[in-house]
């Protein structure tokens, strides 16, 4: 099992900008897929955007204005731009240790490994 830990969480005015980062520790051996999730009150959780070997992939609310990539050591971060309140949310790191492709990325169920979350607030 992957230890997943997210930092960076914090408070923004729309418009601003903010990276968090998800740090991964446990026993793994190559490059693995990950992904970003957020999550509000009574809501499912939603994908925010993934990175595997074909690459980085986002949802269309942040397409354009977040940016995902992850570092030779694992560490997986999400560049957040012009943000607005919709950008409220709790957010997950995800990853699969045993997987560089996760075709259904955006699934919640795909992933075994999750962070406890980092809480990012926009207000106007």
């Known amino acids: 099992q992957l230890h997943l830990v997210e930092s960076g969480g914090g408070s923004v005015q729309a418009g601003g900008s903010l990276r968090i980062s998800c740090t991964a520790s446990g026993h793994f051996s190559f490059d693995f897929a990950m992904a970003w999730f957020r999550q509000t009150l009574g809501n499912k959780r939603e994908a925010v955007a993934g990175i595997s070997s074909s690459g980085p992939t986002y949802a269309d609310s942040v397409k354009g204005r977040f940016t995902v990539s992850k570092d030779r050591a694992n560490t997986l971060y999400l560049e957040m731009n012009r943000m607005t309140p919709g950008d409220t949310a709790m957010y997950y790191c995800?990853?699969?240790?045993?997987?560089?492709?996760?075709?259904?990325?955006?699934?919640?169920?795909?992933?075994?490994?999750w962070g406890q979350g980092t809480q990012v607030t926009v207000s106007s």
């Open positions: 995800a990853a699969d240790k045993d997987r560089w492709v996760v075709p259904l990325w955006f699934s919640p169920g795909e992933w075994p490994s």
